[in-house]
T-cell receptor
Framework: GENVEQHPSTLSVQEGDSAVIKCTYSDSASNYFPWYKQELGKGPQLIIDIRSNVGEKKDQRIAVTLNKTAKHFSLHITETQPEDSAVYFCAAPSTNDYKLSFGAGTTVTVRA | DSGVTQTPKHLITATGQRVTLRCSPRSGDLSVYWYQQSLDQGLQFLIQYYNGEERAKGNILERFSAQQFPDLHSELNLSSLELGDSALYFC????????????FGNGTRLTVT
């Protein structure tokens, strides 16, 4: 199955600064890489995803980059705001059964 | 709002008991997934159903079982509960059976005392 590693486990940034979270995966045939944001008391919410036919995707202050050769992908949040404080999870599917395996999560705290 | 509904939100029960967690997927989604989230284990995949049939199985204990009904809602049954089963249980749904975006409910928090 897919093995997804996520770093760092915690990240504290000053409001307005950027935050970067990195993930690596093991299955070279994986072709879909979503990022989820989980706020306290809620389920994970899909915030952005990327497929293997592109190297970067942006949505306002959020971007994801993918390096298939190195088997890693990253989430970039620019101009961070207090409402960006949450736990962020990356994920990748196993190509044999397509189930998503999740990273261990990154707790992001944006300091005002 | 993801459109995925889970009930109940909270459940407190004793060791040895059995509980049933319920999930209604987003309208139009045929696939339902169950995940367990505990503090030290992250999000662990349990099982997936697609249009009523079991599609994939993860690290689901034999004490746990699930099914998806003709109206596409799903139930996760947990029996002979142990203290270590205390966790958040999430249901997610998707349109296709083979990956793609998952939409999560807000979970059921199970506490076993």
């Amino acid at each position: 199955g897919e093995n997804v590693e996520q770093h760092p486990s915690t990240l504290s940034v000053q409001e307005g600064d950027s935050a970067v979270i990195k993930c690596t995966y093991s299955d070279s045939a994986s072709n879909y890489f979503p990022w989820y944001k989980q706020e306290l008391g809620k389920g994970p919410q899909l915030i952005i995803d990327i497929r293997s036919n592109v190297g970067e995707k942006k949505d306002q202050r959020i971007a994801v980059t993918l390096n298939k050769t190195a088997k890693h992908f990253s989430l970039h949040i620019t101009e961070t705001q207090p409402e960006d404080s949450a736990v962020y999870f990356c994920a990748a599917p196993s190509t044999n059964d397509y189930k998503l395996s999740f990273g261990a999560g990154t707790t992001v705290t944006v300091r005002a | 709002d993801s459109g995925v509904t889970q009930t109940p939100k909270h459940l407190i029960t004793a060791t040895g008991q059995r509980v049933t967690l319920r999930c209604s997927p987003r309208s139009g989604d045929l696939s339902v997934y169950w995940y367990q989230q505990s503090l030290d284990q992250g999000l662990q995949f349990l099982i997936q159903y697609y249009n009523g049939e079991e599609r994939a199985k993860g690290n689901i204990l034999e004490r746990f079982s699930a099914q998806q009904f003709p109206d596409l809602h799903s139930e996760l049954n947990l029996s002979s509960l142990e203290l270590g089963d205390s966790a958040l249980y999430f249901c997610a749904s998707s349109v296709a059976p083979n990956g793609g975006p998952l939409h999560f409910g807000n979970g059921t928090r199970l506490t076993v005392t």
